[in-house]
């Protein structure tokens, strides 16, 4: 009967230092994810271009043998192989995107938003 106390009190200090190091745990990831949104705050905004922009763009790939498809304004799987044989050719840097370069060296207008990015 004697032992029961001490049992007693042995698994209370066992579910104590687990409690207290799972609490450590915790506390140490969520620095981690205040870190990585810091990080992401000092992030340039991604440059996107505008569906006008990616039918222009497929227009000028389709003149130039590098694109079949349709003038959609999306930037689909077609249109990115076009783009990287189109950059490739007028040596850019091979992307597959329609990137402020890109786009300037199609001679298709940027937006005011594009111009300042």
């Not at 990585?36 to 705050?41: D, L, Q, T």
């Not at 249109?79 to 597959?96: F, P, W």
């Amino acid at each position: 009967m004697r032992k029961l106390p001490w049992v007693a009190l042995s698994l209370l200090l066992v579910f104590s230092v687990i409690g207290f190091a799972q609490n450590s745990n915790t506390n140490s990831n969520s620095g981690k994810t205040n870190a990585n949104k810091n990080s992401n705050a000092n992030r340039r905004p991604i440059f996107r271009a505008t569906a006008d922009q990616i039918k222009q763009a497929q227009s000028l790939l389709k003149q130039r043998n590098f694109y079949t498809g349709e003038q959609t304004g999306k930037l689909n799987t077609a249109t990115r192989a076009g783009l990287k044989e189109y950059q490739k050719a007028e040596s850019l840097k091979v992307t597959g995107t329609l990137n402020k370069v890109t786009l300037e060296k199609m001679g298709i207008a940027l937006t005011d938003k594009q111009k300042t990015m």
